[in-house]
């Protein structure tokens, strides 16, 4: 009696095995190739940048050549943020924000990383101008941040809107950390405010600008100027004979200094006191306040001003004191700031010390 044909046992388990091992093999396959692909795309990125026009770029970020079709970026040359004078700009910012909001208990460490969501540049304009903007204090999301930098950017270009300067900046480029967009909003701050700082002159950097077009990545190389001359800057008075000298005839600036240093000492050296160096010697201001009560034969009283003073604001009231001297005797206030005089700018000294010059050169 033949037996009836077994029917072969279905296997469920070992089915759901092999689909559960080329699932995964199938995912493994897609991530590797999504790996190759940003590979292939950081690659591209780095090898667009590193053309022979221009030193190669080792700190390039995987995230600066992950580009959208017509996707822009830009960054800062390596070589560029080793210049000692970027360097220099980007310090005295950093200072004068933290001394700006010393009282909030703000410090701000590196910008790009520490600006970009428009807190800090909230709490620093509000001090800088005196108002209180209406935003959220904290927001996490990006188009809340987005929403404060707009806030915060629009009440900028009101108050620059009417000096007719170019606004270098967007809220895409601060909030993107770009760090040459965050320094030209800076400066300009630091301009419109005439903070109480010493901007270096005639910073420039080299800007790598990535764009992504068919599908290849392709660099250029523009020359970004941050800074230009003081009076520039700062909005100084028509140019007068110091201008000159300093520009056209440097090799008589000596005997200038010499001819001031030797004025200055015929009258100090009653205190027995001495000057070699015009620009440091009279930057914290007690030089000047005792050489006018010298001139003017008074005594002034030590409570009116710091005799050692230590901080850069107690050098700026010295300053100012002998400056409100000068104009009670006559004359007319000084072009230089106290704040340039107290960073060490010569023009600024020289200026100061040739007034008194002018008037008191024959006085015994």
Known sequence: MSSAPRSPTPRPRRMKKDESFLGKLGGTLARKRRAREVSDLQEEGKNAINSPMSPALADVHPEDTQLEENEERTMIDPTSKDDPKFKELVKVLLNWINDVLVEERIIVKQLEEDLYDG?????????????????????????????????????????????????????????????V???????????????PIRL??????????????????????????????????????????????????PDKL?????????????????????????????????????LMGLL???????????????????????????????????????????EDVVNLDLKSTLRVLYNLFTKYKNVE
């Open 119 to 179: 807190q800090v540049l909230q709490k620093l304009l509000e001090k800088l101008a005196g108002c209180k903007l209406n935003v959220a204090e904290v927001t996490q999301s990006e188009i809340g941040q987005k929403q404060k930098l707009q806030t915060v950017l629009e009440t900028v270009h009101d108050l620059l809107r009417p000096r007719g300067w170019a606004l270098r900046w967007s809220v895409d480029s601060i909030h993107g950390k770009n760090l």
């Open 181 to 195: 967009a965050i320094l030209h909003l800076l400066v300009s701050l630091a301009m419109h405010f005439r903070a």
């Open 200 to 249: 270096p002159e005639h910073v420039t950097v080299q800007v790598v600008v990535v764009r992504k077009r068919e599908g290849l990545l392709h660099s250029s190389h523009i020359s970004e100027e941050l800074t230009t001359t003081t009076e520039m800057m700062m909005g100084r008075f028509e140019r007068d004979a110091f201008d000159t000298l300093f520009d056209h005839a």
């Open 254 to 290: 000596s005997v200038v200094k010499k001819s001031l240093i030797t004025f200055v000492n015929k009258h100090l050296n009653k205190l027995n006191l001495e000057v070699t160096e015009l620009e440091t010697q009279f930057a914290d201001g007690v030089y000047l306040v005792l």
């Open 296 to 338: 003017e034969d008074y005594f002034v009283p030590l409570h009116n001003f710091y005799l050692t003073p230590e901080s850069f604001d107690q050098k700026v009231h010295n300053v100012s004191f002998a400056f409100e001297l000068m104009l009670d005797g006559g004359l007319k206030k000084p072009k230089a700031r106290p």
